[in-house]
């Protein structure tokens, strides 16, 4: 509401306001306000969100990272414990071959040596026979002998000269 007069050409414009208007407005003003700072707070929230979520998802890629290097770490380490074994394993089984191989070679020269005394034992009872006959002049003797991975065979002949 208003009222309007003129004094020597000048206008003059009285305004009264009605209080419930101004209240009115004051109240418009707070919830305008209210709604913007509601909106800030909200915009505030989803871009704090935003990077907590991308802190968080950082932070799980270098957890996840640092994970995958010591599994890989740790794989290596069982390859080459297995590793290690196989070629202690490998290295023992050489040895045992070897050890076996050493005894079987020692077992047959020993079979072989015994039946080369055998042989000999036999030549010298039979020498000795030949000796007591007294017939040196009748006739000779000649050996022949031949050794095989399993026998040994020794050929005596009497040579008449």
Known sequence: ????????????LIVVEDADEVIELKRKKKQNLEKSLKKKTKAATEIQAWWRGTLVRRTLLHAALRAWII??????????LLQKKRREALVTYANTVRAVVKIQSLVRMWRIHWRYCQVLNAIRVIQCH????????????????????????????????
């Open 130 to 161: 030949w000796e007591c006959q007294n017939c040196y002049t009748c006739a000779l003797l000649r050996g022949h002998c031949v050794v095989t991975a399993t026998h040994l065979q020794f050929h005596i002949e009497i040579i008449n000269p």
């Open 1 to 12: 509401m208003g009222i309007q007069f003129c004094t020597h050409g000048n206008l003059v």
């Open 71 to 80: 599994q890989r770490w740790w794989r290596q380490t069982l390859v080459n």
